[in-house]
């Protein structure tokens, strides 16, 4: 279990954050309803969603080498 208080929480958090931002840009009635705002407190889902998708590739390895951590690792 990893505890949010942690840096590798904080990590996880951060890295299912990017990735649920990032798949819900793919959906087009969130899309406009979350991802609309780009300043602000809903601009960081905006944001958040731009890095899943344009360093998707990062993004993905970095999940993956958490979740060798987490399982294995921890």
């Given at each position: 279990m990893?505890?949010?208080?942690?840096?590798?929480?904080?990590?996880v958090f951060g890295l299912l954050?990017?990735?649920t931002c990032a798949y819900l840009k793919k959906v087009?009635?969130?899309n406009s309803w979350l991802l609309?705002?780009?300043?602000g407190v809903w601009g960081v889902?905006?944001?958040?969603a731009?890095?899943?998708t344009r360093l998707h590739v990062a993004v993905a390895a970095s999940c993956l080498?958490?979740?060798f951590y987490v399982v294995f690792l921890k």
């Open positions: 990893t505890n949010v208080y942690s840096f590798d929480g904080i990590l954050f990017i990735c087009p009635r969130l609309s705002e780009k300043k889902f905006y944001k958040a731009v890095i899943g080498v958490m979740a």
